[in-house]
T-cell receptor, first 114, second 116 residues
Framework: KQEVTQIPAALSVPEGENLVLNCSFT??????LQWFRQDPGKGLTSLLL?????REQTSGRLNASLDKSSGRSTLYIAASQPGDSATYLC?????????????FGQGTILTVHP | NAGVTQTPKFRVLKTGQSMTLLCAQD?????MYWYRQDPGMGLRLIHY???????AKGEVPDGYNVSRLKKQNFLLGLESAAPSQTSVYFC???????????????FGEGSWLTVV
């Protein structure tokens, strides 16, 4: 059974810092790895998706990497802003099909102080 | 630009009552999912559907039933609500088509259910 763990559970940083969020998974036979953002009282918004054959994806100030052999993914946020404050979740796409079933980590609560 | 819409957004039920959560998507997606989110547990898949008229069990299906009579709608039912079903429920959808960049999954804004 796939298990996904995110470290740290919470992170508080001053504005402008570069930061790294970590995600680990137990079963390396993943279809893809996705990072989501969740604002309080809202649904999830997809940030980045890395296919199993890829090593990283970039979108603006966000960069996500994937190392299947070690069962790890990282989300790098450059020059953090107060608007980045949210919960960040990673999810491993598993099942060996294209059905898109996701196994989620518990999330990292990020607070960026002005 | 509705995307994925869930109704109701909030509901309080008494133990033993029944209710149905409705998920509607306007993106013509084939795949739809119901997840529940609990503190410290992340999101867990309850049931999913790969097309109209088909449903399948996810990780935590007990106590729930689903139906997909129309492609755009996915209903989640609680026949006899229990306090353990107090949670935030999220619906999601995606296309079956596989792109080189991967398929984006779209989530609704959640339904807060309290069972007392």
């Amino acid at each position: 059974k796939q298990e996904v763990t995110q470290i740290p559970a919470a992170l508080s940083v001053p504005e402008g810092e570069n930061l790294v969020l970590n995600c680990s998974f137990t079963d390396s036979a993943i279809y893809n790895l996705q990072w989501f953002r969740q604002d309080p009282g809202k649904g999830l918004t997809s940030l980045l998706l890395i296919q199993s054959s890829q090593r990283e994806q970039t979108s603006g100030r966000l960069n996500a990497s994937l190392d299947k052999s070690s069962g790890r993914s990282t989300l790098y946020i450059a020059a953090s802003q107060p608007g980045d404050s949210a919960t960040y979740l990673c999810a491993a796409g598993t099942g060996g099909t294209s059905y898109g079933k996701l196994t989620f980590g518990q999330g990292t609560i990020l607070t960026v102080h002005p | 630009n509705a995307g994925v819409t869930q109704t109701p957004k909030f509901r309080v039920l008494k133990t033993g009552q029944s209710m149905t959560l409705l998920c509607a998507q306007d993106m013509n997606h084939e795949y739809m999912y119901w997840y529940r989110q609990d503190p410290g547990m992340g999101l867990r898949l309850i049931h999913y559907s790969v097309g109209e008229g088909t449903t399948a069990k996810g990780e935590v299906p007990d106590g729930y039933n689903v139906s997909r009579l129309k492609k755009q709608n996915f209903l989640l039912g609680l026949e006899s609500a229990a306090p353990s079903q107090t949670s935030v429920y999220f619906c999601a959808s995606r296309t079956y088509r596989t792109y080189a960049s991967g398929n984006t999954i779209y989530f609704g804004e959640g339904s807060w259910l309290t069972v007392v």
